[in-house]
């Protein structure tokens, strides 16, 4: 498993992460037994950082992933979360409702500090400069009271990403929906203001929402219509050609070396097995090519968000 310097963390971070929101039951059913398999058959393959958060399953996640890591396995990965969002819309960027939140996570993972802390999709706060003040003064805080080792921010308008780390001293930002076959604006527009302030960056969502797989995002999905039309042709282009778009997809996420860390979600072990096969299989060059000629049309096109 490739190791990242994550920013100036000093962590050295796995290229493939763990992303815990299955393990909140938000996408089926899945036992004790089958996401414990899963975590640990990932720290076993050299994934070394896991991320949840208090609104997966309104903390279900955190529980999950809390008895997974017990018996010694803890201290083998760094453990991500994210407060301030506790619903689908339901969101508490306050000072108290950011601590009270924290305070949850860290007695639902069982740890007294977890290594990475955000505050989770800032783009649906009503007021951006309270976040940048209240809210990062209330991280700092959790921070020197050694309840999180490093802290940050998340959220999709690549934008106001760039805002929260010219504006606060963050350590750590996770970026979703931004680096994958159809988006490389994480790379190409913020990498940049973000190394320049030795921020630590991580994808997150490299399949994009659902919109690089065979079922297509969920009928709730906010993107124009012609970006879910033009990735269901690129979709039936790769099932044409005998695999799977989300199988490239990977490939193609993962291959942005200049990110420290792709996370994508597993909560079984054979989930997680085709996305490390994806790490470790040669990309076939001429579909990629034919898949981006499809995507160009949509290329970097975004939606609103928050």
Same mark, same amino acid.
């Given at each position: ?47 070394? @950082? ?28 760094? &453990?991500?979360? *994210?407060? !301030? ?14 601590? *009270?939140? &924290? ?5 639902? @993972?069982?740890?007294? !500090?977890?290594?990475?802390? @955000? ?27 050694? *309840? ?6 998340? !959220? ?5 990403? *760039? ?23 994480? &790379?190409?527009?913020? @990498? ?68 420290? !860390? ?45």
């Amino acid at each position: 498993m490739e190791r990242r310097p994550l920013g100036t963390t000093g962590l050295s971070v796995s290229a493939l992460g763990l992303g815990g929101a299955a393990f909140g039951q938000q996408y089926g059913a899945v036992s004790d037994a089958e996401i414990t398999d899963c975590v640990r058959t990932a720290i076993d393959a050299g994934v070394n @950082l896991i991320d949840t958060a208090a609104y997966y399953g309104r903390g279900a996640s955190e529980e999950f992933l809390g008895r997974a890591l017990e018996g010694g396995w803890r201290e083998q990965v760094f &453990v991500q979360t *994210k407060a !301030c969002r506790l619903d689908r819309a339901v969101f508490d960027f306050t000072p108290e409702g950011t601590r *009270k939140c &924290v305070e949850g996570s860290l007695k639902r @993972l069982r740890t007294e !500090c977890v290594d990475v802390l @955000l505050a989770h999709d800032i783009e649906f706060a009503t007021d951006y400069e309270y976040v940048f003040n209240e809210t990062y003064r209330t991280l700092q805080d959790l921070k020197n009271e050694g *309840k999180a080792r490093f802290i940050g921010m998340s !959220c999709y308008p690549l934008g106001l990403l *760039k805002r929260a780390v010219e504006r606060c001293d963050l350590d750590v930002v996770i970026s979703y929906a931004h680096g994958h076959l159809a988006d490389t604006t994480l &790379v190409t527009e913020f @990498l940049p203001a973000a190394a320049a302030r030795g921020v630590g960056v991580i994808n997150a969502s490299p399949l994009a929402m659902g919109l690089l797989t065979n079922q297509g995002p969920q009928p709730w999905f906010p993107g124009p219509p012609e970006l879910i039309a033009t990735c269901k042709r690129a979709a039936d282009l790769c099932r044409a050609r005998g695999t799977d778009i989300a199988f490239l997809g990977m490939q193609f996420a993962l291959g942005l070396t200049q990110v420290p !860390c792709t996370l994508t979600g597993a909560a079984r072990r054979g989930e997680l097995e085709l996305n490390l096969r994806a790490m470790t299989t040669p990309v076939d060059g001429s579909l990629l090519a034919e898949v981006l000629e499809v995507l160009a049309p949509v290329r970097d096109l975004t939606w609103k968000s928050g």
